[in-house]
């Protein structure tokens, strides 16, 4: 049976808890395999095929919360933008601010008996009863919501405990002594011992309602702040772009755009789809793309990617890539999923949030009756139940992994690594072994001539010399396509000047050509073409050899080796830093592999491995009990990434090793591979560092509530403030370079 990946955006969610029973009810369904998270709102569902997408909304319903399917894709999307109006930040503003006014006068006068006057405490009433009720509606309504439904959350424990310190002031107030005239009012840190009948707590119903609402904002405001990254991706994309049609410049919306329109692109524009320049060049800043600082030139022949900046001359693109194939919107997909799974320690922590809220409820019906059996204090008793209710709120349990996640997977798409999802963090912390493809990951992958060397004495004749054996051999190459010929054709007409062209030529397929230029018979290729034309030649010590003969004597050789990027040392020493140790993996000959090896530092070399037998390679390593990461750019290289525990695919490669790699480094630069494995391992920390804060903080606070060491409105800053401190670690991924 075929299965169908929906994504629905989940309304109603307040805390970990609420993600995880959405979750298990989803999860119930025949077929289903669900992930709901929490920080983005958004359920990631895998189902059949033949099941509606209505029954999963359905089911959301029946659980307590709303769901939306997904809207149809809009023919000319407007980009996405922060709005700093946003209808629930907005809301949640406007709550929190009216309730910081009328509960500052309260927790003055219950804190300050000097500023207690007669009748200060129906002042307090008349203050914190708008804040309980209207402040706190939020936390009362999503309790009432998920109790129909036979279900506890943070937000039960908000209400009830507010709900109970409330009542137990009304009761007080028109019961008890409390509304007494000239009834003062002492404040105690820890839960207070006195007659029960003359404690108010409406300092505790109103400053916690307040400071869970200053939690809940600021925790808003900064999950905003860290999907922005992935906002700013989506935003790069061009609206329109100018398309040649029948000669004529038509200004056509970017999803009108077909594969093999011509886009006109002016200096200053965006370039509005992947494609290849035809005409023109330019420099263009891929800067927002790849995080490459310098501008890359382009000419004719260039590949060119959607959302990057034409900087000066005026180019004609023709499309190769348009809508959801562009490099752009697989990146926003490819974070939008990373930042929708969850990793293994995020799954211990859901299920923790799950059973929490019901075992807190237990623990604070456990200290009310502890406490009044142990000093038959009913104050003390509701004190200590209420302070246990308010601080083991397990929001910070929720927030966690998620805004670590969105964090570092956003940052990691300015700086044009793609993180494909959480499970790849813990890979990069177990790796010792980086394996590097060597073409095109630690070379360019362009052949550049390294050395001419002209023979003298018994092969050598009067008056050749490097010059003219470099224009005879490339004036011969230049009518070939071979790589090979290329570098050579090019070194000589760089150096030579313009070449002379060949009266004849001819290519013999896998040896080299010969052909007549100035009247000389010239042959340039392998010691096995010169032999089949009788010429006698001297064995070539380089690697990456080529011949030149010409009438019947061998002149000399032409050493041609691909050129080493100007990044692969520094990028080995950087993984070297990490920890890793790199291998050198390579289809080339040992000599040519040994000599990369050595210009940019790497010991050990595993040459002339065949395509095939790359994946091969990797399995030995395992089986050796190294952990490998695999970087690679080719079609050869993706059942190497796909072996190894890490895969690691360059961007500038082909698709197959992209959809292969656990990472994607979208610049063909090695040295952001390191990046890439710090930045996971950064992340990886972060997340750990909040759950260990969020667990531990409440394994160490619920005991001291338990035990009457904690005012109920301490504590509920205390709880307000642990979710703020998580959601701000993460932040700091932000400032990762």
Not at 226 to 236: C, K, P, V
Not at 273 to 298: I, K, M, R, W, Y
Not at 440 to 461: E, F, K, N, P
Request: hydrophobic content about 45%; proline content about 5%; some cysteine.
């Amino acid at each position: 049976m075929t299965s169908t990946i929906t994504e629905l955006t989940i309304g109603g969610m307040t805390c970990a808890s609420c993600a995880a029973r959405v979750e298990r009810k989803l999860n119930r369904m025949d077929g289903v395999s669900a992930t709901v998270n929490y920080a983005t709102e958004k359920a990631r569902v895998e189902h059949p095929s033949d099941l509606p997408v209505g029954e999963l909304i359905a089911t959301v319903v029946k659980t307590g919360y709303t769901a939306e399917e997904p809207p149809p894709p809009d023919p000319e999307p407007e980009p996405v933008r922060e709005d700093p109006e946003d209808p629930e930040l907005a809301s949640l503003r406007q709550r929190l601010t009216l309730s910081a006014v009328l509960s500052a006068p309260v927790v003055l006068l219950a804190m300050v008996p000097s500023l207690q006057f007669d009748h200060w405490q129906w002042l307090s009433l008349t203050l914190a009863a708008p804040v309980v009720v209207w402040g706190g509606l939020p936390f009362h309504r999503a309790a009432w919501a998920n109790l129909r439904h036979g279900a506890a959350t943070m937000d039960t424990l908000v209400s009830v405990g507010t709900l109970a310190a409330f009542g137990w002031s009304l009761w007080a107030l028109f019961l008890g002594d409390a509304g007494m005239t000239g009834m003062r009012h002492g404040f105690d840190l820890t839960a207070d011992r006195s007659d029960g009948s003359s404690a108010i707590y409406l300092e505790v119903a109103a400053g916690v309602v307040t400071f869970i609402l200053l939690g809940r904002y600021l925790e808003a405001r900064a999950k905003r702040k860290a999907g922005a990254a992935l906002r700013a991706l989506m935003e790069l994309g061009a609206k329109d772009a100018a398309v040649l049609r029948d000669g004529t410049e038509v200004r056509v919306p970017v999803a009108g755009l077909r594969v093999g329109d011509l886009l006109v692109v002016r200096p200053g524009e965006k370039i509005a789809t992947d494609g290849t320049v035809t005409e023109g060049a330019s420099a263009v800043d891929a800067s927002l793309l790849t995080g490459e600082s310098l501008p890359l030139d382009v000419a004719p022949g260039s590949p060119v990617t959607g959302g990057c900046v034409n900087v000066s001359g005026r180019l004609v693109v023709e499309a190769t890539r348009v809508g959801a194939d562009t490099q752009l919107a697989r990146m926003a997909r490819l974070v939008e999923e990373a930042q929708s799974g969850k990793a293994a320690v995020q799954r211990l922590a859901d299920r923790v949030s799950a059973v929490f809220v019901p075992v807190v409820l237990l623990i604070a019906l456990g200290t009310l009756v502890g406490w009044l059996l142990a000093t038959d204090d009913p104050t003390a008793a509701f004190t200590a139940a209420v302070a246990v209710l308010i601080i083991a709120c397990p929001c910070a349990l929720g927030l966690a992994t998620p805004t670590a996640l969105l964090v570092g997977t956003g940052r990691g798409a300015q700086l044009g690594i793609l993180i494909k999802g959480p499970e790849v963090l813990e890979s990069t912390r177990r790796i010792d072994t980086v394996v590097l493809d060597k073409t095109g990951t630690v070379t360019t992958g362009r052949m550049h001539l390294a050395g001419v060397r002209v023979y003298g004495g018994t092969y050598g004749t009067e008056g050749a010399d490097e010059d003219e054996l470099l224009r005879l051999a490339g004036a011969l190459e230049h009518s070939s396509e071979h790589p090979v010929a290329r570098a050579v054709a090019e070194a000589a007409a760089e150096r030579c000047g313009p070449l002379p062209v060949p009266k004849t030529f001819e290519n013999v397929p896998g040896l080299g050509v010969r052909g007549s230029v100035d009247g000389r018979l010239v042959v340039v290729g392998r010691a096995a073409l010169l032999a089949a034309e009788g010429i006698e030649a001297p064995a070539a010590s380089e690697p990456g050899a080529v011949h030149v003969a010409w009438d019947g004597v061998a002149r000399g050789t032409l050493t041609v080796a691909d050129t080493v990027k100007d990044t692969s040392a520094e990028a080995v020493a950087r993984l070297r830093a990490l920890g890793l140790r790199p291998v050198l993996l390579t289809g080339d000959h040992r000599a040519v592999a040994e000599a990369v090896a050595d210009e940019v530092g790497i010991d050990e070399v595993i040459a002339e491995v065949l395509p095939e037998g790359k994946a091969e390679v990797i399995r030995r390593l395992q089986e050796e009990g190294r952990t490998v990461a695999m970087v690679g750019d080719g079609v050869n290289d993706a059942a190497a990434l796909a072996t190894a525990d890490l895969g690691l695919a360059m961007g500038t490669g082909t698709d197959a090793a992209i959809e292969a790699g656990d990472l994607t480094l979208v610049r063909g630069d090695l040295r952001v591979a390191a990046d890439a494995v710090r930045l996971s391992r950064r992340t990886l920390a972060t997340i750990k560092g909040n759950l260990g804060w969020a667990f531990g903080y409440n394994v160490a606070a619920l005991p001291l509530a338990a035990a009457g060491l904690l005012n109920p409105m301490i504590a509920g800053l205390a709880m307000a403030f642990s979710s703020v401190f998580v959601v701000t670690n993460s932040l700091r991924l932000r400032r990762f370079t």
